[in-house]
Nanobody
């Protein structure tokens, strides 16, 4: 069964760090573009970072220079290293996997269940 399972969230103080992991199973991981999204209370879900199957990365302006997305195809896992965390980073973080047959045709998309990250003193 195809699924994404996030781990590594929790409570951290401002300025601290967390590393989120997302383990994929049931998919050919290497062909998927992986991404992290987040949704803060009362706000819409936003894209945080992406990493393509060629390991090209993109980041939201709000997290550039603080967050790093990476993937380990041997472990079927994508990571989000979060440094210099701010209270505004508090959100539920979701792992996303997308396989696009073409740039405009979606083959398959999966979402993790979400994991809470709380940045507070």
């Amino acid at each position: 069964q195809a699924q994404l399972v996030e781990s590594g969230g929790g409570l951290v103080q401002p300025g601290g760090s967390l590393r989120l992991s997302c383990a994929a199973s049931g998919i050919t991981f290497s062909i998927f573009t992986m991404a992290w999204y987040r949704q803060a209370p009362g706000k819409q879900r936003e894209l945080v970072a992406t990493i393509s199957r060629s390991h090209s990365t993109n980041y939201a302006d709000s997290v550039k220079a603080r967050f790093t997305i990476s993937r380990d195809n041997a472990k079927n896992t994508v990571y989000l290293q979060m440094n210099s965390l701010k209270p505004d980073d508090t959100a539920v973080y979701y792992c996303n996997a997308k396989w696009e047959i073409t740039t405009t045709t979606l083959g398959r998309e999966l979402w993790g269940q979400g994991i809470q990250v709380t940045v507070s003193s």
